[in-house]
Nanobody, 128 residues
C-alpha cells in the first residue's frame, strides 16, 4: 500500500526558514519526477517545485524562485524542500506527489487505475 508522509512544517516569522521532508513507500520513487504542492482553503492547489529523477533538473514557481530549493535522496525515498526567506503568502498545507515539469501533479498507474497519491500534508504558517 502506497504511503506518503510529509513533515517539517510549523509556525515561523516572515524571513525565517523551514525544511520539509516527504517519504514515500511502495512506489518506484527513483523513477519519477517528484514535487511539492501547496493548498490554501478556497484556492486551487499550486505547484511549488518539481525535481527530476536524478536531481539534475529542478523547476520552481515564480513566486518561490531564489528562495526555495528542492532535493531528493533516492536511497531513502525522501524528498526535501528547503524554504528560506519565508513570506506570509507561503502559508498553506504542503504536499508532495509525482509531478510534471510544469508543476502539475502527475498520476501514477497502480492497481489498475491512474491516481494521485497524497499524504496528510504538513502545515506551514508564516506570520508577518
Amino acid at each position: 500500500q502506497v504511503k506518503v508522509v510529509e513533515s517539517g512544517g510549523g509556525l515561523v516569522q516572515a524571513g525565517e526558514s523551514l525544511r520539509l521532508s516527504c517519504t514515500i513507500s511502495e512506489l518506484p520513487f527513483g523513477e519519477y519526477h517528484m514535487g511539492w504542492f501547496r493548498h490554501v482553503p478556497g484556492k486551487e492547489y499550486e505547484g511549488v517545485s518539481c525535481i527530476a529523477e536524478s536531481g539534475d533538473n529542478t523547476y520552481f514557481a515564480d513566486s518561490v524562485k531564489g528562495r526555495f530549493a528542492i532535493s531528493r535522496d533516492n536511497a531513502k525515498n525522501t524528498l526535501y524542500l528547503q524554504m528560506n526567506s519565508l513570506k506570509a503568502e507561503d502559508t498553506g498545507m504542503y504536499y508532495c506527489a509525482r509531478c510534471w515539469p510544469d508543476l502539475q501533479p502527475r498520476p501514477v498507474y497502480s492497481g489498475g487505475e491512474w491516481k494521485n497519491y497524497w499524504g496528510q500534508g504538513t502545515q506551514v504558517t508564516v506570520s508577518s
